[in-house]
């Protein structure tokens, strides 16, 4: 079975987190040696994913942000994009605050008696 342009691109994620079953990838090589188009693809792919990663550090030209915007949509539209909070390396779960939660059950001193 070969895999078509279509289902490559799909694949694309897999192949750069090195979560592709191997006769997969042996595959996805397959195409990608035989398939220029997809050979771009696949480093505009990985452009973008380095790029994006650079995003925070400093603002972009507007042009290149407007390009970038393009460059992601098509992408999305062939699919599941990382989000940033998926390409981050730690997996701390979201602080919740013990006693933030508590003092929200007991409002703060208003002079009035306790209740009995
Ligand atoms: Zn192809």
């Keep these: 079975m070969n895999l078509t342009c279509r289902e ?3 694949l694309l994620m897999d192949f750069l987190d090195g979560t592709m079953a191997p006769e997969l990838r042996t595959q ?22 380095r790029m994006t990663r650079m995003l925070p550090r ?8 407007a390009r970038l915007q393009v460059l992601l949509e098509k992408e999305m539209r062939c699919q599941k994009i990382p989000k ?7 997996d701390e779960p979201p602080k919740l605050d013990p006693e933030c939660r508590g003092n929200r059950q007991h409002p703060p001193h208003s002079g009035d008696s306790p209740p009995t």
């Design 8 to 10: 490559l691109c799909g």
């Design 28 to 49: 996805f090589e397959q195409h990608l040696c035989a398939c220029p188009p997809c050979r771009t693809y696949l480093d505009t792919y990985k452009q973008t994913i």
């Design 58 to 65: 400093e603002p972009l030209p507007t042009e290149l942000v």
């Design 84 to 90: 940033p909070e998926d390409t981050k390396p730690s």
